[in-house]
């Protein structure tokens, strides 16, 4: 299992979003067209029905990638998902649950970002995680280092 942090580039146009936002892919770079992971029109399909989750714009490109791994969506962490905790451990509930359903209970190894503002520092951080499905919520660990006061 690898988690990784850093802080990172923001080229959207837009500065944050409240809600638990799939972004693009392609969110660092304002040199790239906007493309999304192949997952995130069916992660989003899946979780809207059980909680409140955005898209930030309906994708047009994707990157595909063949692998028996999951490659999830980039996923922006947004104020009130900060605020309100209960909602980042749904989030990583409701990827758990996805998988369980996509891949009939076996065991598959996860691949996603969560990107989040420090409102303090006023930087963009990232933290991705890549690893067995059943330990998800270890990133809560890393998440909690740049967000708990």
């Known amino acids: 299992m690898e988690i990784i942090e850093k802080e990172v580039n923001w080229n959207l146009p837009v500065s944050d979003f409240e809600k638990i936002t799939i972004i693009p892919t392609s969110y660092a770079d304002a040199s790239e067209k906007e493309y999304y992971n192949d997952t995130a029109s069916s992660f989003y399909k899946f979780a809207k029905e059980k909680s ?38 749904t989030l990583l509930d409701l990827i758990s649950e996805h998988l369980k359903t996509k891949y009939a209970g076996n065991e598959v190894t996860a691949k996603f970002e969560m990107v989040f503002k420090d409102k303090k520092k006023g930087t963009y951080n990232s933290i991705k995680y890549d690893g067995p499905s059943s330990e998800i919520k270890t990133v809560l660990k890393s998440f909690d280092k740049h967000t708990k006061k």
């Open 52 to 89: 409140d989750i955005e898209i930030y714009n309906q994708p047009e490109v994707f990157l595909v990638q063949k692998s028996g791994d999951w490659f999830g969506p980039v996923m922006y962490i947004g104020t009130l998902a900060i605020e309100n905790y209960s909602t980042l451990i």
